[in-house]
């Protein structure tokens, strides 16, 4: 067969398919695998079947930043996807590309769907909202850090399982007791920088960067090596000194030691709780994230981690229309309300949350509902509404390079962070230079 | 003595290395080019726009102390990764090369890592040396050592230097054994009579009539541990703690793919082109001159 006739013999079956042929096929690029891959092709499933006008095929393009990655490489050959999913760190790379994205809210506008902002929970939303409300991409997957508790290594300690952990300084009092009573690992962390100074930050009401976290301009600086930070990391420094902190890794693999039952208490993401609730042979409780008692009189929220769904510039009305249908049906209660019982993940709209509850999920697992609670207890404030950084992933390693020096106990907190923060400061400014 | 073949006119030649012309054009001249020229600017990640800089880019590397740190972590790793693999190749082709029985098994059971690729390579060891639930953490907590190459720089980079020299162990052993077959048996059953012992043959006849080899795997060991471990690095440490195993290969692809920031991924990628560059002309300059053919 020559190659003609290959061509001719293949598009035979298209010509049948006629009526199928019809249908736009919406691009969706995601960075999950496992069951939240699985969890992502059941949405998608569900919504082809939901109705006939469109066909939105999801692939997995690889982690988060290899999906990143793949979306930019793919927008300057002009092959773009409709829709590509972005981790929160890439927000301020994927705003600052107002010719290569289409804000969500306009999308909405376009194609004429109802679509109400209101209805989005606002600490959740307002991440990827721009300065005046509108919301550029749809927060798709958002967790939240809480402090996960193993009771039974409490009580082993001869330590009461419901001892007040609301306060880091209580925390202290109670790893200096596990440490006593012989525990191994008293206390651990996922993702340190997100949790011990990005949350941080913002559950005290303190700045990270200035310009409002980045969120009023590309020339913003760190401001994390303020008093109450270095405070809480010099605290960590002298943990971590006394084997009452132990670092196990810059991302989630403090978790195998928690879930093992080493660690008795484990600062990580609310969507720890999948893995969590499938290994843990132990009695585990959710508590919020503590804060310190002479920082703050009462914490402030805390902020998202996770990804959210970027619309790029480039495609047809039609194929918009699609993906206008397609994120109406993810932000639908029902889909929403699946997605956070099965993942962990936070809802992304009220009625989600409300639904959930009815449901009686929170009832059947308590502690599940700790953090959405957390996230919406007070209104968000200029410095607890998100962070909008350049480079953000790089002044992640940063920060993470310089913590580590702290719990090796090479360098002061303040130096540390001082450093951290004049090295972020560099990248900072060659984000503002690359996006003039 | 050197025979050599000459053509009549030019058309047959050109034509025949014309591939190989076109080749390195198209994947060398073509890329290192645009490199160049990357180098001068900063642009935006999706190429909407490229900010005029000069040497902007080669100014705001050389002054982080990181970045002029990361020459001597180069130079550190890819010395230890050459040294370790090919003393260790050379030990064992010499002994393979004494075997009699079951040599057959012996190389083939050599070789094998080879097929490993350095990133499953990598995640081999690490969970051998995972911090908390390795095997062999375990056993040296018993033996009273505290190993955490997660904080570690000293014990991160031994880590990265060893997964790196396991694979390419196997590759050396090959050419070394070979080079050990291929040198006359009789010479060293001269030498065996004249009284010279094992030691002494080895270091009078066997390594120097071994120098084309080695000369050729210390090239391409080094070629290897500057670009290849790549890996390696990105599945054991990521180049921390603290940048202590951010070879200059690693903060190219760092900078470029995970902090979006192509101008100056693209003037290190010069600096690498001018320092591979200086590397091979040394090599064959000053080394090559005691080896004999």
Known sequence: MTYKQLMLASAIPLTIAGPLAAQTEIEFWHAFTGRLGELV???????????????????????????????????????????????????????????????????????????????????????????????????????????????????????????????????????????????????????????????????????????????????????????????????????????????????????????????????????????????????????????????????????????????????????????????????????????????????????????????????????????????????????SKGLRLGSFDQIRGIIDEELEAVWAGDKSAQEALDSAAERGNGLLRRFEQANR | MEKRVTFKGIWLPLLLVLPQIAITAVFFFYPAGQAIWQSLFIPDPFGLSMQYVGLGNFEFLFSDPFYRASFLTTAIFSILVTVVSMGIALYLAVLADRLIKGSGVYRTLLIWPYAVAPAVAGVLWLFMFNTRVGVVTWYLGLLGYDWNHVLNGEEAMGLVVVASAWGRISYNFLFFLAGLQAIPKSVIEAAAIDGAHFWTRFRTIVFPLLSPTTFFLLVVNIVYAFFETFGVIHTITSGGPQQSTTILVYKVYSDGFVGQDLGSSAAQSVVLLVIVGLLTIVQFKFIERRVHY
């Not at chain 1, 949405?43 to 690889?62: C, E, I, L, R």
């Not at chain 1, 009580?155 to 109670?174: F, K, M």
Request: charged content about 20%.
């Open chain 1, 41 to 383: 092709a059941e949405q998608v499933d569900t919504f082809n079947a939901s109705q006939s006008d469109y066909t939105v095929t999801a692939t997995h393009k690889g982690n988060y930043s290899e999906t990143l990655n793949a979306g930019i490489a793919a927008f300057r050959a002009g092959e773009q996807p409709d829709i590509l999913m972005v981790f929160e760190v890439g927000t301020a790379t994927m705003m600052a590309a107002s010719g290569a994205i289409k804000p969500v809210y306009e999308v909405m506008a376009d194609s004429g769907a109802t679509f109400d902002q209101d209805a989005y929970i606002g600490s959740v939303k307002g991440y990827y909202t721009s300065s005046d409300g509108n919301m550029l991409s749809l927060p798709f997957n958002s967790s939240t850090p809480v402090l996960w508790v193993n009771r039974d290594a409490l009580s082993e300690a001869g330590i009461d399982p419901d001892v007040d952990l609301s306060t880091w300084e209580q925390v202290g009092e109670v790893l200096t007791q596990l440490k006593d009573a012989g525990s191994s690992c008293p206390m651990t962390t996922a993702w340190q920088s997100w949790i011990h100074l990005e949350n941080f930050s913002a559950y005290h009401d303190t700045p990270f960067a200035t310009q409002a976290n980045g969120f009023s301009g590309v020339d913003t600086e760190l401001a994390l090596n303020g008093p109450a930070q270095v405070a809480h990391i010099s605290a960590m420094g002298e943990w971590a000194q006394d084997g009452k902190f132990i670092y196990a890794g810059r991302r989630n693999e403090g978790g195998a030691n928690f879930r093992g039952g080493e660690c008795a208490l484990f600062t990580e993401s609310s969507a720890g709780y999948a893995g969590i609730k499938a290994e843990a042979e132990f009695d585990f409780e959710v508590r919020p994230l503590p804060y310190w008692s002479a920082v703050a009189d009462e914490p402030q929220n805390t902020i998202i981690g996770g990804a959210s769904l970027w619309v790029m510039e480039g495609q047809t009305d039609e194929e918009y229309k699609g993906v206008a249908a397609f994120l109406n049906f993810l932000s639908s209660p029902e889909i929403q309300a699946k997605w956070h019982q099965d993942t962990g993940y936070l809802p992304i709209t009220s009625a989600a949350a409300d639904l959930t509850r009815e449901q009686g999920f929170y009832d059947e697992n308590p502690g599940t509902d700790v953090a959405v609670i957390q996230m919406t207890a007070k209104a968000p404030t200029d410095n």
